[in-house]
């Protein structure tokens, strides 16, 4: 058997060829990707991964029979999550305590977008421990109160425009049920 692959009839791509199509592909690769908007992107994901996880601590405070309590720790563009075994309300020693945080460039705020029913500050919850506006879910699955938080972009908490950025998750009191707004521009759409 003769395995000659350079014969004259053979045909195949030669290296320059190949160059050329990759530099093609770079050429396009370059013009696109400044017209996508990664920061739509991270907010969308801050408000999937931060409605999630509320999802999750109001059944695990279901299924563990104590309360968990969410702090909105502000400053640092956190959330911190405590695990309240004996349900006092305070952090003793041996509780469960993690920091989940918002994202990169994200922030809590509306920016320049209209204001939800439950109010136009970034976090509507008016109950405050160690000095954070807070959240408490029941072992019931019940809420400590019926308010919401926004979200948005660092760029759109600077200033009015890329209103399109900001997003809100509400919860509900008697159920503990947390919905997902996005702002389109005009008004407040349900996202969830």
Known sequence: ??????????????LMELVIVMVLIGLIVAMAAPKID?????VESAMQGIGTMFL?????????????????????????IHEDRNNNG???VGERVRGVPLGEAIVFGRGGATARPMGPGPITFTK????????VFHRDGSASEAAGFYLTSARAAAGTTRVKDARAIEVEAATGRASWYRYNGTKWVRAF
């Open 1 to 14: 058997m003769n395995r000659n692959f350079s014969r004259p009839g053979t045909r195949g791509f030669t």
């Open 38 to 42: 990664f920061v739509k992107f991270r």
């Open 56 to 80: 999750a601590v109001e059944r695990q405070a279901i299924t563990q029979q104590h309360d968990i309590i969410i702090r909105f720790d502000v400053a640092n563009n956190a959330v911190r």
């Open 90 to 92: 305070l952090q003793d």
């Open 128 to 135: 405050v421990i160690s000095g954070m506006p807070a959240l």
